[in-house]
């Protein structure tokens, strides 16, 4: 793409804002929790978008949405961008928008400028990223990459106890579920521009980052059955403290994280469930979540065997009951070489500050590798913050991406 992108992107500011405006929740808190009602206005909202800007839509059987921009030789696999619009609870503008509209803002410039593709291009508003409704995150990408199966996915259910297909059913999307899973090639390349949801761009004065790997957890849930009694009751030497058990393995964790002594390792437990919650009650049981994330997936490992193994220890010794479940164990992403050397291109082309990183939340982008060679683009976000209300990405920020992901969509599509 030899001619520079005049960027105007007040269009694209607009549209962020208005698709903010809908949600299940008074603005500026952005609630939009799949296959609820603002949901669904959000999608009919962007569909309305990519239609008026010449695109062909199309829907799979779980939600899925594919906007394409036809290039000149059909015969060859797309080039895919995109990310999600579903928002957890008390959430803001940016998180996945900024990577459905910013796709689709790049597209339009590309339009502007006069570009033809050879290989189309595919803008992809992804089903469910965030795990809100189902406790299972990037639900579309998971099963369009058949990383899901149709059976598992239709056993989902909700905290009402309603299931995947009741809410797909009434949304809209029919069809079966083993249609959803594409074949490897589906895409010839994926990138996704989002907000880096860290500081670290911001701290260090850079339009973009150049993500090289995406982490991924494992996540065990440890069950501690103990025995309860009166805390004035009760002497200690007798004790079988169900809480106390787990104080052992929240820092076994924390621990076993540290010594890696590489800094991407990280060990979080973000659920503590106590039985029965009394003061003055012993607890006799515990339930821990947790969450283990490294871009190697054998070191993460190596942390979620040393937790199991003080699980054995701490059972043993305590004289208590300790189960684990282990939830998900997804394999850490890889960039494509290629598609960084494109966007590493583009952001020199666009005199753009930029950096190779990683990216330590989950995304879309890291289930649709197992059926493309993919990367992302990240731009920064204020303090870091993200999933809150306050998150906010400057227009400046936003311009830099657009520009950056469409010189590379076109490198890409060429």
């Given at each position: 793409m030899?001619?520079?992108?005049?960027?105007?992107?007040?269009?694209?500011?607009?549209?962020?804002?208005?698709?903010?405006?809908?949600?299940?929740?008074?603005?500026?808190?952005?609630?939009?929790?799949?296959?609820?009602?603002?949901?669904?206005?959000?999608?009919?909202?962007?569909?309305?978008?990519?239609?008026?800007?010449?695109?062909t839509?199309?829907?799979?059987?779980?939600?899925?949405?594919?906007?394409?921009?036809?290039?000149?030789?059909?015969?060859?696999?797309?080039?895919?961008?995109?990310s999600?619009?579903?928002?957890?609870?008390?959430?803001?503008?940016?998180?996945?928008?900024?990577?459905?509209?910013?796709?689709?803002?790049?597209?339009?410039?590309?339009?502007?400028?006069?570009?033809?593709?050879?290989?189309?291009?595919?803008?992809?508003?992804?089903?469910?990223?965030?795990?809100?409704?189902?406790?299972?995150?990037?639900?579309?990408?998971?099963?369009?990459?058949?990383?899901?199966?149709?059976?598992?996915?239709?056993?989902?259910?909700?905290?009402?106890?309603?299931?995947?297909?009741?809410?797909?059913?009434l949304?809209?999307?029919?069809?079966?579920?083993?249609?959803?899973?594409q074949?490897?090639?589906?895409?010839?390349?994926?990138?996704?521009?989002?907000?880096?949801?860290?500081?670290?761009?911001?701290?260090?004065?850079?339009?973009?980052?150049?993500?090289?790997?995406?982490?991924?957890?494992?996540?065990?849930?440890?069950?501690?059955?103990?025995?309860?009694?009166?805390?004035?009751?009760?002497?200690?030497?007798?004790?079988?403290?169900?809480?106390?058990?787990?104080?052992?393995?929240?820092?076994?964790?924390?621990?076993?994280?540290?010594?890696?002594g590489?800094?991407?390792?990280?060990?979080?437990?973000?659920?503590?469930?106590?039985?029965?919650?009394?003061?003055?009650?012993?607890?006799?049981?515990?339930?821990?979540?947790?969450?283990?994330?490294?871009?190697?997936?054998?070191?993460?490992?190596?942390?979620?065997?040393?937790l199991?193994?003080?699980?054995?220890?701490?059972?043993?010794?305590?004289?208590?009951?300790?189960?684990?479940?282990?939830?998900?164990?997804?394999?850490?992403?890889?960039?494509?070489?290629?598609?960084?050397?494109?966007?590493?291109?583009?952001?020199?082309?666009?005199?753009?500050?930029?950096k190779?990183?990683?990216?330590?939340?989950?995304?879309d982008?890291?289930?649709?590798?197992?059926?493309?060679?993919?990367?992302?683009?990240?731009?920064?976000?204020?303090?870091?913050v993200?999933?809150?209300?306050?998150?906010?990405?400057?227009?400046?920020?936003?311009?830099?991406?657009?520009?950056?992901?469409?010189?590379?969509?076109?490198?890409?599509?060429?």
């Amino acid at each position: 793409m030899s001619t520079q992108p005049n960027l105007t992107i007040d269009g694209l500011i607009a549209e962020l804002l208005a698709l903010g405006k809908i949600s299940e929740a008074e603005p500026p808190v952005v609630t939009r929790v799949v296959f609820s009602e603002a949901d669904m206005r959000a999608r009919t909202y962007v569909k309305s978008l990519c239609a008026n800007a010449g695109l062909t839509l199309r829907e799979d059987a779980i939600g899925n949405t594919f906007a394409t921009w036809d290039g000149s030789d059909p015969s060859l696999a797309p080039i895919g961008t995109g990310s999600h619009i579903d928002a957890i609870p008390n959430a803001g503008l940016y998180d996945g928008c900024v990577g459905v509209l910013g796709g689709l803002e790049a597209i339009r410039v590309l339009k502007q400028l006069g570009y033809k593709p050879r290989r189309s291009i595919e803008l992809v508003i992804f089903t469910s990223e965030e795990p809100t409704r189902f406790g299972i995150g990037c639900l579309g990408s998971r099963m369009m990459a058949g990383v899901l199966s149709p059976q598992k996915a239709l056993a989902l259910r909700d905290k009402e106890d309603h299931g995947l297909d009741e809410f797909r059913t009434l949304a809209g999307f029919r069809g079966p579920l083993e249609s959803v899973a594409q074949a490897k090639g589906r895409f010839h390349q994926f990138v996704e521009l989002h907000i880096e949801q860290g500081p670290y761009l911001e701290q260090e004065g850079l339009e973009v980052g150049l993500v090289t790997h995406i982490a991924a957890p494992a996540s065990l849930r440890i069950l501690i059955e103990g025995e309860g009694g009166h805390a004035g009751g009760k002497l200690m030497p007798g004790r079988k403290d169900a809480l106390a058990a787990a104080s052992e393995l929240v820092l076994a964790l924390e621990a076993a994280a540290k010594s890696t002594g590489a800094i991407d390792t990280v060990g979080t437990v973000g659920v503590c469930e106590v039985f029965p919650g009394a003061v003055n009650s012993i607890p006799s049981r515990v339930k821990l979540e947790t969450d283990i994330r490294d871009i190697d997936r054998a070191r993460r490992d190596c942390v979620l065997d040393a937790l199991r193994s003080k699980c054995v220890e701490v059972a043993a010794r305590r004289g208590v009951n300790i189960a684990t479940e282990l939830i998900n164990a997804d394999p850490p992403t890889v960039s494509d070489e290629a598609i960084l050397a494109a966007l590493e291109e583009s952001a020199i082309a666009a005199g753009k500050k930029y950096k190779r990183m990683v990216a330590r939340a989950y995304h879309d982008t890291s289930f649709v590798s197992c059926i493309a060679p993919v990367a992302m683009l990240f731009i920064p976000c204020r303090g870091g913050v993200s999933h809150r209300p306050d998150e906010y990405a400057s227009p400046e920020w936003i311009g830099s991406g657009v520009h950056v992901l469409a010189r590379t969509l076109a490198l890409l599509a060429r």
